[in-house]
């Protein structure tokens, strides 16, 4: 109790870092008495309540972490007063389903800033952290569990109007949907009585199931990719028809490899796919032959590796059948891949309709399979005098021409400010992925470069490889602020960090989760 004689909540900001935050607004910061409003019953009795932490800070709502005089944590949202009565209001609807769909609600306290403005807070139970993962990376069973919360938040009337990862508690494996400020009625009330987790083994929605009568549902359903449609999601980024050749999708997904890394040549997504589909297929032979799953799994580099292999030679050998033509005298004018056949490992190219004499005879004589590991082909080199046979090996993308694939999909120029490939295929993060921030392929590209540029930089001075290895997520989060930075704001693992780089202190490194022994290194780059 104050010395004023006021009996509502005390609210103790002191521990505060002195950042800039909603509540300093308040009139007497560090401590502010707020009472809690009328209009809803506060489920808390009088107390002090220390505030610990800032959960989020955006432009204008704060979230904290506050403990009770009994040890209970809670998170007090501030924002404006309206939408915090809006969410109040939204929650009051939703009191069935507080403690399992949604956080349990305490109450609405009201205060007032110095300026005699009104203050708001929602104190909520405190539950799990916001999902930093795409909801596409999730299994099933967890798409379900969220989307079941949902669907029970529509039968309470609301319809969430921004359903997004930053909006999902994570909890052990249990999930609350929060952030229901913008919420609205749903109309007409929801019909849809599908339940998500009794149909994790299905591969499709009956369209025509009078259950699935909700378009909102459907289309979140669709959006976190609960039903694959009858597709193989490979590798967590390529899909591929379902077919006897290929193993289930719990196989691949306990086989899962890094193609396209670890070797020289760039791969365009077209091959990519291919060659991943042809590394699952060799997966489902050895199944079917008998091989135990278990073996698989400790051979999935070696088959990787027998699968890019013949790849490549299958490529370089399909080049030399055309030099051998060009070298009888022929010049083929409609090369494409439907006058290639194959046949165990080897090549004949057809529809000869399309030939013509070489005239002059072809002059070259470049050997494309003692070039596998060649960059670029020397223009000015005798053994390359055929235009013709040099384009069809560009189109083939034989030579990588100065440009290297990292973190599996982003094709990037070399540079020497970049480490060699090898020490790059050993460092891959998920640039951009798992964030609640979209980003583009051009924008992950930048973030890459900016990656792999802090590592060389700090490899050259002396940190070793291991070490880098060890400090991965440090470095996917540093390029991340650079890159925000350079933007005026900082999204860093899906919250917004509106108090400029010189603040972030330890305190919030912590929170972030980033190991001490990065300190050092953190002060390198930012002080
Ligand atoms: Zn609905
Ligand atoms: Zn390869
Ligand atoms: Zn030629």
Redesign the pocket.
């Known amino acids: 109790m104050s010395s004023t004689g006021f009996t509502g909540f005390t609210l103790q900001f002191r521990d505060l870092p002195a950042v800039r935050h909603v509540a300093r607004r308040l009139h007497n910061f560090p401590d502010c008495d707020m009472g809690p409003g009328r209009k809803y019953k506060f489920h808390l009795h009088r107390q002090r309540i220390r505030i610990s932490e800032i959960l989020y800070s955006g432009k204008r709502t704060t979230v904290y972490l506050g403990r009770c005089t009994n040890g209970t944590e809670v998170v007090l949202k501030f924002t404006d007063p309206e939408d915090i009565l809006a969410e109040a209001g939204a929650y009051d609807v939703m009191a069935d389903i507080q403690g399992t769909a949604v956080p349990y609600i305490y109450g609405v306290l009201h205060g007032k800033d110095r300026k005699g403005g009104k203050m708001s807070c929602l104190v909520m139970e405190r539950f799990g952290t916001p999902l930093w993962r795409e909801f596409r990376t999730l299994t099933k069973q967890d798409k379900a569990k969220i989307l079941d919360k ?2 029970a938040i ?2 309470t009337g609301l ?1 969430h109007m921004d359903f997004a990862e930053r909006n999902v508690l994570v909890e052990g494996d249990d999930y609350r949907i929060v952030d229901f400020e913008s919420a609205e009625e ?1 109309e007409p ?4 009585t599908y339940k998500f987790i009794d149909h994790v083994d299905d591969d499709d929605v009956n369209d025509q199931d009078p259950c699935v ?5 459907k289309s979140w359903a669709e959006q976190m990719e609960f039903w694959d449609h009858g597709r193989l999601l490979l590798c967590n980024a390529i899909f591929a028809p379902k077919s006897d050749k290929l193993p289930s999708q719990s196989v691949v997904d306990s086989m899962e490899t890094f193609i396209g890394l670890n070797m020289k040549t760039v791969y365009y997504p077209e091959e990519t796919k291919k060659i991943t589909v042809r590394y699952f297929e060799e997966v489902q032979r050895r199944l079917k032959g008998g091989q135990p799953l278990e073996e698989l799994q400790e051979q999935r580099d070696w088959i990787t590796y027998l699968v890019h292999k013949q790849w490549h030679e299958e490529r370089a050998k399909l080049l030399s059948k055309m030099v051998a033509a060009h070298h009888a005298g022929l010049l083929h004018l409609d090369f494409a891949e439907r006058n290639v056949l194959v046949k165990d490992g080897d090549y004949r190219i057809i529809d000869l309709v399309h030939v013509k004499p070489h005239d002059p005879p072809c002059t070259w004589t470049y050997d494309f399979e003692e070039h596998l590991e060649d960059e670029e082909v020397d223009d000015m080199g005798p053994t390359v005098q055929c235009r013709s046979l040099k384009s069809w090996a560009e189109q083939m993308q034989f030579w990588d021409h100065g440009v290297v694939l990292v973190c599996r999909t982003l094709l990037i120029p070399k540079s020497n400010r970049l480490p060699p490939r090898h020490i790059m295929d050993d460092l891959i993060t998920p640039i951009g992925v798992g964030q609640n921030s979209d980003y583009y392929v051009d924008d992950r590209k930048e973030i890459a470069v900016e990656y792999y540029t802090m590592i060389w930089e700090e490899m050259q001075s002396g940190m070793t490889l291991e070490e880098a290895k060890q400090h991965r997520n440090y470095f996917t989060y540093l390029a991340h602020t650079k890159w925000h930075a350079a933007r005026n704001e900082v999204y860093v693992l899906g919250l917004v960090w509106t108090i400029g780089l010189d603040r972030l202190t330890a305190n919030y490194l912590c929170h972030l989760e980033i190991p001490n022994d990065c300190f050092e290194l953190h002060k390198l780059y930012y002080t």
């Not at 009330?189 to 849809?192: A, D, L, N, R």
């Open positions: 949902l669907v529509h039968h319809h749903h009330s929801c019909s849809w009568d909700c378009y909102a549902v």
